[in-house]
């Protein structure tokens, strides 16, 4: 059983427990404390002359509406049903559960002022594998994440869709064959389960913890590629990197040097004096990468340990205040660095290819014994280049933009989840790039026998080997590339 307190929860334990098959369930504090909030916000309402925003006024441009107390319920299950204006392709099914997670957890301090009953149907909904039918476009990332997160709370109510082994199937019919039974909203509910920047997180939670993985390993496939080309290690020197100390540059000249200890190859007399920026830059601009991946992380924490509802209650304050905790542009931002951050991994990637095929210091041009005759890797270096191009595009910023919506009463919005999605498909790209950069490494230390690299590096060659095979003659490349790109997504590289 994997048990939610209100302590600070941790990437790693937030994917520890996304990734288990354990009952999820919540602490008695927490419990405690929902019951509590709900019984303050219920008796506020009551007891309220004023109208208290999206509890009995409309909502946006709209709240200027007073609300009778005998259509409270309604008009949460009329905020739902009209929100949900998904556009586009359907979000992968492990977002789509990573949202009802964050959602949960967003409620656990009492803050949003769930009922009970909501929180135990959205427990049993997440305990029983749903995984909601949401939409990729339609979010500002202001007001939260309001359409993705009004497609995510249909099934909970009987309506919208589910996933069911690869299917699409009625909300309903979902709820029916669990044995639940549909939730009927109650006040505030509704803008409860649609505030919140929960659609946003969780692109970017998995687009975070995928770019780590790949950086993590592309580390040790530069360090390959540089063994592959014959590269000098004196850019490794740690008095380059004492003297101009960012965190992410010194760990990367570190990690390399040891990647490189006790290889022949980089421990060989060089002809040349110098290296290309695509070898001898590595520790500079990977570094930088590495520490933008380090901030990102950081901002994204807090924002799992944050509460982005609204109106909010503070109930020894005696108050429930309506602001802004639902506009997402400090995910913004950081989404749209992460995307620039990765862009560039790729980008520096493609150019260490690109020598390798060259045709220099020893290598045969396009890596082909037969070159005229047979293309080589000549081809793989066009998608490299396409997807580098394409993720320059992408890294264009999101968060500069803005569109005013609500008749003007929400002027000005984040776009957040538009940078989510830009940067989960540059992490994509990015893993195929690296993986095109290991299959070019690992063909150009072919032709290096009989030296050898490092125990590590020839460890991660032969692990790689037993996938794809040394090319003797021109074939079809894509089954090695996609094969390729699934190493670099899930090997786990000796430290």
Known sequence: MSILHQDMLGIAEFFRILNSESVLSLSDEIWNEIR?????????????????????????????????????????????????????????????????????????????????????????????????????????????????????????????????????????DYLRSKGLQPYKLRAKEGLAMLNGTQFMLAYGLESLNRAQKSFDNGLAVFALAVDAFDG???????????IRPHKGQVMVAEKMAAFLGDSSIAN????????????????????????????????????????TDNPLVFREADLVVSGGNFHGQPLALSLDFLAIAVAEVANIAERLMYKLIAGERGLPVFLTSNPGLESGFMIPQYSAAALVSQNKQLATPASVDSIVSSNGQEDHVSMGANAALKLYRVVENTESVLGILLLAAAQALDFRRPATSSAILEKLYSDFREMVSFRRSDETFKPDMDAAKAFIRNYSIES
């Open 232 to 242: 000098r290690k004196d850019f490794l020197f740690p008095g380059i990197h004492q």
């Open 36 to 172: 509590a909030s709900r019984a303050f916000l219920e008796k506020k309402i009551l007891e309220s002359e004023k109208p208290i925003y999206g509890i009995n006024t409309g909502f946006g441009e709209l709240c200027r509406q007073e609300i009778p107390s005998s259509d409270l319920d309604q008009l949460q299950i009329n905020l739902v049903r009209s929100h949900a204006c998904g556009v586009g392709q359907p979000v992968p099914e492990r977002i789509s559960r990573m949202m009802l997670l964050l959602k949960i957890r967003n409620f656990i301090t009492g803050h949003s002022a769930a009922s009970q009953e909501l929180v135990q149907a959205m427990l049993d909904f997440y305990n029983a594998g749903a995984c909601p039918v949401v939409f990729e476009q339609g979010s500002l990332g202001a007001s939260g994440d309001l359409v993705p997160l009004a497609h995510m709370t249909l099934p909970l109510l009987g309506e919208g869709e589910v996933w069911e082994n690869g299917q699409r199937i009625a909300g309903s």
């Open 268 to 307: 060989a007399e060089k002809k040349q004096v110098q290296d290309p920026y695509s070898v001898r830059c590595l520790p500079q601009v990977l570094g930088a990468s590495a520490d933008a991946i380090a901030y990102v992380a950081s901002v994204f924490e807090t924002e799992l340990n944050s509460i």
